[in-house]
């Protein structure tokens, strides 16, 4: 699908038009029974108005001037979403759009929107009638006045896409072997630095907490770290992203209970979300220095697994009692931010589905925040986060909260009791960071089941967006 700008609106191709109350309805080609129909609706406060011209459609979308304009922008990517699977059912492969408004973010939310809700994971469909078949072909910003904001969203898009398809994955295809493989080629791609530690190379850098996980799987543990520097970056120190890849969740020996386990393909959510962020910042020549990192493996109940009670030694030494398998994320990625200590950060983000307590306390809607930097930095973050849409809470990250984790036989316990579980994980994790630090627990809104306006169904390749505003303002 292209997204393209033009000077002028073609008669022949489906139209948007985005206006508020008071703009000049006369610059459409309407009759004068289209004219008055559209005065109308707008007496009657319709905010989407849709008239047949035989020969193509037209919408007009009226924006409510007393929303915020962050709410404006997501609705309008709703109603893009809304407007493209009217356009699937009828067959209409081209459109435009024609903002008359002057705010031209709008026109890049019904843009994004509409790009993000041309996806869909069909690559295992068999049967043809089953198969989409159906493919958009251009949408067309009129009077658009910067040709490279569409080519940053395109790539944007490209790159949620590119994560979607990740998560998607079922993990009979996608183990730790496959995500390695596919960071590599990745890294080929866009010509980014790359290593990928196999088993040995983990055992030779103790990373007691990701080899602990593994011992229940047949497959070997990963840990990939990728690396984007441009030839000009404007960060003296670097930007290091941290994802977790469980490939797939089992619970490990304290097994998910029913149901629990579907869609546990996605906890390596994080992972992809950090190959998707790497990916649009190289296509888009953003002028930071990122390095990626992801531990990575299954969390399986099989051989050798780690079991209640075992204490694990930890990469940077201390001593960890594991009480509960199902709290396998943040063993993985505690040895994943201490090998992060060594590039002396300007900040590590780390992008994990961690906790079930995140996703219970704020839903499918949002993202779990805990903040160990600026004030300002943390203001940037939250701005791209509502920009985007992709919104974050920030939970408290108290001292008191660690009493929670203390144990009689080791430093640490990986869990504590049943309240305040996303916080005492993030304490967890904290303990090894010595540098600013963002956790971003996203298991809420990573993996949805059923389809959501332009976030669809399946993987939503959630931060991807959020987090490249985020650069971007850095």
């Known amino acids: 699908m292209k997204l393209l700008a033009s000077n002028e609106v073609r008669p022949d191709i489906s139209l948007v038009y985005l206006m508020n109350e008071d703009s000049d309805i006369n610059i459409l080609s309407l ?4 004219q008055t129909y559209v005065h109308d609706c707008l007496q009657l406060k319709k905010k989407l108005i849709r008239i047949h011209q035989y020969y193509r459609w037209i919408f007009i979308l009226v924006v409510d001037k007393d929303r915020s304009k962050n709410e404006t922008a997501e609705k309008l990517r709703r109603e893009a979403s809304n407007i493209a699977d009217f356009l699937k059912e009828e067959r209409i492969k081209d459109l435009q759009l024609l903002n008359v408004i002057g705010e031209h973010f709008y026109s890049i939310a019904f843009a994004e929107g509409f790009l993000l809700s041309q996806y869909i994971f069909d690559k295992y469909l068999t049967k043809k009638e089953n198969k989409n078949e159906y493919s958009f072909e251009t949408i067309t910003l009129v009077n658009y006045p910067n040709d490279n904001d569409l080519t940053v969203l395109n790539n944007l898009c490209e790159a949620v896409y590119f994560t979607r398809n990740l998560i998607n994955e079922p993990s009979n295809v996608l183990n730790s072997l496959y995500l390695a493989d596919t960071a590599r080629e990745l890294a080929y791609q866009l010509n980014l630095q790359i290593t990928v530690f196999y088993k040995s190379d983990i055992e030779a850098l103790n990373m007691g907490g990701l080899l602990a996980v ?5 497959d070997p543990p990963v840990f990939i770290r990728i690396e ?17 890849g469980i490939t797939f969740d089992s619970g490990g020996l304290n097994i998910k209970p029913g149901d629990s386990m579907d869609g546990m393909k996605s906890d390596m959510s994080g992972a992809a979300a950090v190959l998707g962020i790497l990916k649009a910042a190289a296509t888009n020549k953003l002028p930071m220095h990122i390095i990626g990192l992801i531990p990575a493996t299954d969390n399986r109940p099989g051989f050798n697994a ?20 199902d709290a396998e994320g943040r063993m993985i990625l505690a040895d994943a931010l201490h090998y992060a200590k060594q590039f002396n950060p300007l900040l590590v983000v780390d992008v994990a589905t961690l906790t079930g307590s995140a ?30 849409w992709e919104r974050i809470v920030r939970f ?14 080791a430093d640490r316990k990986n869990i504590g009791n049943r309240h305040a579980g996303a916080i005492t994980a993030a304490k967890f994790l904290e303990h090894f960071t010595n540098y600013p630090w963002i956790h971003l627990d996203i298991a809420g809104p990573a993996y949805l089941p059923e389809k959501d306006s332009y976030r669809g169904v399946g993987g939503t390749g959630v931060t991807v967006r959020m987090l490249y505003r985020f650069l971007e303002k850095l």
Do not use: C
């Not at 009759?31 to 289209?34: G, L």
């Open 31 to 34: 009759t004068k029974t289209e």
């Open 214 to 218: 593994n011992r229940g799987s047949v």
């Open 228 to 244: 984007y520097k441009p030839q000009q970056f404007k960060n003296e120190n670097p930007i290091v992203l941290v994802g977790k």
């Open 306 to 325: 780690f079991a209640p009670g075992d204490i694990i030694r930890m990469m940077d030494g201390s001593t960890v009692e594991m009480l509960n398998s």
């Open 359 to 388: 996703s219970a306390a704020v839903g499918r809607n949002a993202t779990v925040a805990f903040v160990k930097t600026s004030d300002d930095v943390y203001t940037k973050l939250e701005e791209a986060a509502f920009e985007t």
């Open 396 to 409: 408290p990250l108290w001292d008191d909260y660690a009493d929670m984790l203390k144990s009689k036989i």
